[in-house]
């Protein structure tokens, strides 16, 4: 079945220190790759997407490239900040079969201290 | 802007208690989705709804029933409330897309959460 796996956390960084959190999915077909963020008592919400293969999703700073090759997806970013503080979900959706659903990682909490 | 509205942030209830949970979306998405969140065990899907009244079992569906009478609302609804039913419950709504290898879910927008809490 479908499982994605991303990195334990917490992770604690100093402001504007670089970051990555791993993730690496198992899928089989041509899934697609979400990070979605969810700030301090409030819902998950998008934060980029990658459709196929070598595609790189960015928003806000944060870059993630869909690497088939190794199964990855492993989010980044150059500076981080305290705002960027946060738990952080990669997720996968696939076609066919449970084409509804998408399956997370279980977060990655991460704190910026100033 | 896509919009998903819970019917309460926090909510105490008792064991035993029937509870509803409601949810609104207002982007005429097919899909709409209850999970559960817990710490340690990250989302964990309870029901989802592809169409007025269709509805399949997620990962955890025991204990918990669904309904979807129109589009737009989707209602997770506990029969009798127990202590480890306590939790934060996430409703999301997506639409439908074309990929390569057939139809999938599309970017799922999520609401800002009701955290219950049983007695």
């Known amino acids: 079945g479908n499982s994605v796996t991303q990195m334990e956390g917490p992770v604690t960084l100093s402001e504007e220190a670089f970051l990555t959190i791993n993730c690496t999915y198992t899928?089989?077909?041509?899934?697609?790759l979400f990070w979605y963020v969810q700030y301090p008592g409030e819902g998950l919400q998008l934060l980029l997407k990658?459709?196929?293969?070598?595609d790189k999703g960015s928003n806000k700073g944060f870059e993630a490239t869909y690497r088939k090759e190794t199964t990855s997806f492993h989010l980044e970013k150059g500076s981080v900040q305290v705002s960027d503080s946060a738990v952080y979900f990669c997720?996968?959706?696939?076609?066919?079969?449970?084409?509804?659903?998408?399956?997370f990682g279980k977060g990655t909490l991460l704190t910026v201290n100033p | 802007d896509v919009k998903v509205t819970q019917s309460s942030r926090y909510l105490v209830k008792r064991t035993g208690e029937k509870v509803f949970l409601e949810c609104v979306q207002d982007?005429?998405?097919?899909?709409m989705f209850w999970y559960r969140q817990d710490p340690g065990l990250g989302l964990r899907l309870i029901y989802f709804?592809?169409?007025?009244?269709m509805k399949e079992k997620g990962d955890i569906p025991e204990g918990y029933s669904v309904s979807r009478e129109k589009k737009e609302r989707f209602s997770l609804i506990l029969e009798s409330a127990s202590t480890n039913q306590t939790s934060m419950y996430l409703c999301?709504?997506?639409?439908?897309?074309w990929g390569r290898g057939g139809l999938r879910t599309d970017t799922q927008y999520f609401g800002p959460g009701t955290r219950l809490t049983v007695l």
């Open positions: 999301a709504s997506s639409s439908q897309i």
């Open positions: 899928a089989t077909g041509y899934p697609s």
């Open positions: 990658a459709t196929k293969a070598d």
């Open positions: 997720a996968l959706s696939r076609s066919g079969g449970s084409n509804y659903k998408l399956t």
């Open positions: 982007m005429d998405h097919e899909n």
């Open positions: 709804s592809y169409d007025v009244k």
